[in-house]
């Protein structure tokens, strides 16, 4: 009997697409994929440590999963991705049941170790880091629907203060343009029609004499391509280039997630974002230039050490300039091993709550007057899947990633069709379809 697999997927799209790389090498291997925890012979879980929340979720997590090995002792259980990386031999000390801990550079091992594991007992950790590992041979096993996820990259080198990443992804390195545009035509192949470009710092690609922007140019002419994405470019490495690029594409979409973090200078430095705040609003501004109905969308961590009330206002005046399309928001969570971790003036709990819900409160107007813009236009729209809240209804994104909801019509599914925008409500547009272009 073929042995079943089975994988869970936490953090960011990088983790995604690695989840359906590790697919791949499984299927590869023989194992089969089963979406039934029960029925699997090895369980694993894909995990992020950015902030202590998702480290949290996954320790609860890995508690259901002793009570299947309890049941089922011969079950093997594996830890993968960035808390793997991370926490390392440290996993097994409270948690002897895990049977494999990989980090993101060692997934090459993993049939290996498994056959390995169904003949010895000893847990397995392998965590070493690559600077050269992009997995470039590898089939990803991708999950249906319209989008193909794509890692062009991996790793960072940026080394913001708080942030983890660096440590639980390594140094940073670029896949070829050839192999990325070859897996972008059989992405197409299978029947996706958008590919999202990844990469913990996807902008600062390199791949010999290329930098992103001729990348883009190269995926841009794969035929049968509708949208192209990616995420998540740093501020610093956005130039005239790129965004002149983007103008001229077609598809490649119009909307840019811009990481802030924060709106004080002195914040910013602390946090080695390596832009001002000056700089910040005048690189938006040009973006707005260049590409007039841009989405613009950002991540803000409030409470970072020694965060004043006044420099928190800086961050929303921040804000206000920009206008951002939407927002992620998070509380600073210190990470043992990074340097703001070790920062004497961690501010108190309270009030970052409060800066939180001060800032969530600001950009929820900050959305709907962005989408109120919208409505009256015809804006197309890639038809993605069926509305939550009804059967009879289509969602898809503009191609400034703004959600729409309209009635289906004679769409279908990957269909570009024209919307007329009737209304914008809580964070989505409501329109009407005017016309469907297969
Ligand atoms: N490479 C991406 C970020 C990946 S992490 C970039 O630079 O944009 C995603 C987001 O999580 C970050 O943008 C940041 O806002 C948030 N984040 C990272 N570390 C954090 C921490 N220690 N506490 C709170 N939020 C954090
Ligand atoms: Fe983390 Fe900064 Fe690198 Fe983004 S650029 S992954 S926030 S260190
Ligand atoms: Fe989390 Fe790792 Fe992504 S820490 S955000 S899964 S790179």
């Given at each position: ?262 709106g004080a200078d002195r914040i910013l430095q ?52 920009v206008k951002f399309e939407s927002a992620y ?110």
């Amino acid at each position: 009997m073929r042995k079943k697999y089975y994988i869970e997927t936490y953090g960011c799209q990088m983790n995604v697409a690695d989840s359906e790389l590790v697919a791949g090498l499984l299927q590869k291997e023989g194992f089969g994929a089963t979406t039934q925890i029960n029925e699997a012979d090895a369980i694993f879980v894909n995990t992020c440590a950015v902030r202590e929340h998702a480290e949290e979720r996954v320790h609860s997590r890995l508690g259901n999963f002793r009570i299947l090995k309890e049941k089922k002792p011969e079950l093997i259980v594996g830890v993968l991705g960035c808390m793997a990386q991370n926490l390392k031999n440290k996993l097994l000390e409270n948690k002897p049941y895990i049977d494999v801990v990989l980090g993101p550079d060692s997934y090459r091992k993993l049939p290996e170790l498994i056959n390995r594991k169904l003949d010895r007992s000893d847990s397995v950790v392998d965590t070493k880091l690559s600077r050269f590992e992009v997995y470039d041979d590898l089939f990803p096993s991708r999950q249906t629907g319209i989008n193909a996820w794509v890692s062009i990259m991996r790793g960072c080198d940026k080394f913001c203060t708080f942030c983890i990443v660096p440590f639980t992804r390594g140094r940073e390195r670029s896949r070829p343009v050839d192999s990325i545009v070859t897996e972008a035509r059989q992405a197409v192949a299978e029947g996706f029609v958008e590919l999202t470009l990844l990469g913990q710092n996807v902008n600062s690609y390199r791949h010999e004499e290329q930098g992103f922007a001729d990348l883009l140019k190269a995926v841009a002419q794969v035929a049968g391509l509708k949208r192209i994405r990616y995420t998540s470019p740093h501020p610093q490495d956005i130039d005239d280039e790129l965004l002149e690029t983007m103008a001229e594409l077609d598809n490649v979409c119009n909307s840019i997630h811009l990481p802030l973090q924060a709106g004080a200078d002195r914040i910013l430095q602390r946090m080695n974002r390596t832009y001002t705040r000056d700089h910040f609003m005048r690189l938006s501004d040009r973006i707005r230039e260049i590409l007039p109905q841009v989405g613009l969308t950002t991540d803000i961590i409030v409470g970072f050490p020694g965060e004043t009330d006044e420099e928190f206002q800086q961050t929303l005046q921040v804000l206000e300039h920009v206008k951002f399309e939407s927002a992620y928001t998070f509380k600073y969570s210190p990470r043992p091993g990074t340097k703001a971790a070790q920062f004497t003036d961690q501010v108190d709990p309270e009030k970052s709550q409060y800066r939180l819900e001060q800032l969530i409160k600001l950009q929820k107007q900050h959305t709907l007057i962005r989408n109120q813009e919208n409505v009256g236009n015809t804006e197309i729209v890639l038809v993605e899947k069926e509305s939550k809240r009804s059967s009879l209804n289509w969602a898809g994104r503009t191609d400034s990633n703004k959600w729409v909801i309209f009635d289906k019509g004679n769409a279908q599914i990957k269909d570009f069709v024209a919307v007329e925008i009737t209304e914008a409500r809580g964070v989505s547009l409501h329109g009407k379809i005017t016309g469907v272009d297969q």
